[in-house]
């Protein structure tokens, strides 16, 4: 088995970080959080999963920017324009070729976002629902922004 390598170790803290903050003092595990402290929570767990994430996969492969650059574009329209819904979100998202990453890294990131998000989010509310859906595709669009260096 090979050492850790850097970007491996920055992966694993931004997770561990996240996850830290998520159990300790995130708000959708508080029962006096208000709508505004939870849509926060739910925008910044899906910034940081499209950033790793998008960073990851453009890593693996750069031919895949362009499906990226649309995917972010796309979304900055429909958030722009506030019309974002589950069924919109997720069409976007499973247009990505992400389904073939194959690095270790790869999968670590995106599985640990994805476990990150489904144990603080989980069933504590409906994510494809207004307002979170909103709140979840401009945490991505953002992600994806700074992961495309744009």
Known sequence: MNPPKFGDLLIL??????????ITGCALFSKTSTDDQKLADVRNLAYAAASIGTAEALLENPAWRPSFTAAQSRLDQLVTQRVITGDLLRNILTS??????????????????????????????????????????????DGMK?????
């Open 13 to 22: 803290s931004v997770c561990a970080a996240l996850l830290c903050g998520s």
């Open 96 to 141: 990505l070729p992400v389904r073939e990453l194959k690095s270790e890294r790869a999968r670590i990131a995106i599985e640990s976002a994805t476990v990150l998000f489904d144990a603080s989010v989980g069933t504590r509310l409906d994510i494809e629902q207004e307002p979170y859906v909103l709140a979840a595709a401009t945490g991505i669009r």
């Open 146 to 150: 700074v992961a495309l260096g744009r």
